[in-house]
Structure formats: C-alpha cells, structure tokens
C-alpha cells in the first residue's frame, strides 16, 4: 500500500516575501510537494514561481498542476523543465494535461478544440518530452508535432527522467495516466465546453475511475500515486478558530450527504478515517490542498504522511 502524500497548490501572493514564506510553510509543516496551475489570468507564471520556490526550499518537491500541453511545444516545455529538475537539486515533478479552460484558450487566440484532439495532441508530447528528458536525440514526424534531430542540454538530475504527474476525469485520459504516469491526477471529467460534469464528483463515479486505473496500469499499480485536487478543506475543532470550525462542521454534514473526494470536512479524526479508507477502497494515498488549507490540514499531514 503506497504511503500518504500530501501537497500545496497556490497561484499567487501578495509580493514575493509571502511567496516565499508560503513555500516555506509548506516545507516546514511537512508537504511533500508545493504546485502551481498553469493559467492565464490573476496568478503568478508558473515556471518563475516554481523555480522560486525551489530557491527558497530545500527538501519539497516543485511540481505545475499541470502545464497545459497546447500552450508549449514539446521541445520547449521539456527543456523549461529540465532546467527547472537541474537548478531544483532534482525536485520536479513533471506535470501535463491536455488543456481545459476556455478563457485561457480565448487570450491565446487558440481554437478550443474537441476533447479528442487536445488529448491526442497531449499523448503525442507526452512520448517526447520523455524521450528528451531521458537524453535521447529526438527525430519526430507525428500528427501535430515535427522535430529534427532535437536534444536537451543539461539533461534532468533525475535519471531516467522526473516523475510524471498527469491528471484527468476520462476514461481515455485515466488509461493513459495510469501507462504512462507515475501520478496519476483524479478529476471531474470537462464537456466539450470546458465546464466540469458534477456528476463526476462522486464517490461512486471515483469508485469507477479507480477500478479503472488499476485494470490499465496493471503490474504498475503498486509504484502509481493516486492524487485528488481538494478544491475546499478544513477541520472541525481545528486551528482556524471556533466561526471555521462552525463553517467547517456545517460543511462536513453537507458533504456527507453528497459523497465527493473534491471536497473534505470534518474532524481530524473523521478527516484520518475517510482518507484511510479511501487508500484501502481506491488506492487514493495523494491529496493535493489548496494554499487556503495549507495550515487548517496540518494535523492530518502530521499523522498522515509517509504513513
């Protein structure tokens, strides 16, 4: 059974002292790893925040949730991120997706295309950005990418690569992840029009996803992280004060009756026992929280993690 796994997510703060003290934070309390999204709009570019954080840490891994594959050209986004492996001392966790938020596609002036060509367009660079971070010297005619003769320089510090992290809600997204990742991110599926399905949300339809990912990783299963993106948490009778705790509570109830791992309330000792039994139903051993919750979930980090 894989150990618990705990990271942060945050897009911005207010100056770079509180970014740094973020990172910082996280490090101390005991996250495994510190993300930043990959959109446009109000929050920091992730490749200089990550390599920030990395600076200003010295044990927490730097990982994007995710970079959005559409945005870079292979080439590109392998040699960003084998910079980033190189001045991190080796910390990266390489993070893909196949792209989701009309609004960033709008400013790009990209066309927002259907869900089948953003995620072949994915899987084509996934199978290079591999190939040149473990140093081969890449020739590629593909569907939407060509390269002639292309290589990294410096090479990753990680051998044979950085570990992959590559999140989806799809049956197809979730087969490749679990080939292909050595993280493999749970999510609600999107429409055609970029909108989460609610009805994705669910413990059963997460159920069905798990089963899922073990039936396509196979003999990989035992070495796959199951990570969920928490998008709300908190503790009852936690650190926040006794108004987020009432708040929290309140949730906890409401969120006992709808069933989703995308959102997680309650006490501490409630919070350990849905996590457990969650890694032992579904293998989900990773969650990732937001920079929100970083300090209201440090108790369950201080029980959980490594466990």
Known sequence: MRPFRFSVM?????????WVRMARRAEELGYDAFMVPDHLGRQFAPIAALATVAAATTRIRIAPFVFANDFRHPLILAGEAATL???SGGRLIMGMGAGWRVTDYRQLGLPYDEPRVRVDRLFESVGIV???MSGEVVTHAGTHYHLDRARLAPLPIQRPRP?????GGGPRMLRFAAREAEIVGLLPQFNAAGRPIVGQSTEGATAAKAALIREAAGDRMDSIDVNALVFYAGLVGGREGVLASARNAA???AVALIGTPYVLHGTPGRVRDILLRRREAWGLNSYTFGGGSMEA???IVEGLAGA
């Open 130 to 132: 591999k190939r040149l």
């Open 163 to 167: 570990p992959f992290l590559i999140g």
């Open 10 to 18: 945050a897009g911005s703060a207010l100056d770079a002292a509180a």
């Open 85 to 87: 492996d190189v001045l």
């Open 297 to 299: 979930m440090a108790p």
């Open 251 to 253: 949730f906890a109830g």
